[in-house]
């Protein structure tokens, strides 16, 4: 069964400073689809950034990026010049047919000013 | 172009009472999964629509059910309601095909069971 873990419940990290949220996964498919969503206290899960299992370059959006090390099922999203506006929940995802996603339990994000 | 949109916001019901959600796709979308957050968790799956069946189920019991429109809108009913069912439930959908994975969230019935 596919599972994503999520070890860190809270971070903090200074504003414009950086912060890196950690994730594994555990699957036996070859191919699949990672992904990191925002949650804000609005409750509307926002997507963040994606990454194709079957690529090698790690995605980049803006100032999210990741580290996705296949071999060892990790997924690490990397915020930079962090804002006062990343303040949220932070999901992992995994999926690899499109129709269910599993995901991780979450990381609570403060941005101290 | 509005995105997902879900009614009620909140929802307060009973023990063993009945209840149903509602869901609108996002426009150019034909898929519907339903997810739900217990306070303090990440979402679970409970199911997805297309072409108005179920294609996919989660590990759920049949007291949750679900129907899906030919507008792709879509509804999730849940029977016999139970104090563990509260929790924030989510509706996404997604275009089928290749870009299945791109899945857009609605903002969430919060439904509590007292």
């Known amino acids: 069964a596919q599972t994503v873990t999520q070890s860190q419940p809270e971070m903090s990290v200074q504003e414009a400073e950086t912060v890196t949220l950690s994730c594994t996964y555990d699957t036996s498919e070859s191919d699949y689809y990672l992904f990191w969503y925002k949650q804000p206290p609005s409750r509307q899960m926002i997507l963040v950034i994606r990454q194709e299992a079957y690529k090698q370059q790690n995605a980049t959006e803006n100032r999210f990026s990741v580290n996705f090390q296949k071999a060892a099922k990790s997924f690490s999203l990397k915020i930079s010049d962090s804002q006062l506006g990343d303040a949220a929940m932070y999901f992992c995802?995994?999926?690899?047919?499109?129709?269910?996603?599993?995901f991780g339990t979450g990381t609570s994000l403060t941005v101290i000013p | 172009d509005a995105g997902v949109t879900q009614s009620p916001t909140h929802l307060i019901k009973t023990r063993g009472q009945q209840v149903t959600l509602r869901c609108s796709p996002k426009?150019?979308?034909?898929?519907v999964s339903w997810y739900q957050q217990a306070l303090g968790q990440g979402p679970q799956f409970i199911f997805q629509y297309y072409e108005e069946e179920e294609r996919q189920r989660g590990n759920f019991p049949d007291r949750f059910s679900g129907h899906q429109f030919p507008n792709y809108s879509s509804e999730l009913n849940v029977n016999a309601l139970l104090l563990g069912d509260s929790a924030l439930y989510l509706c996404?959908?997604?275009?089928?095909?290749?870009?299945?994975?791109?899945?857009?969230f609605g903002p969430g019935t919060r439904l509590t069971v007292t």
């Open positions: 995802a995994y999926s690899n047919t499109g129709n269910q996603f599993y």
């Open positions: 426009s150019g979308h034909d898929t």
């Open positions: 996404a959908s997604s275009p089928n095909g290749d870009s299945s994975y791109e899945q857009y």
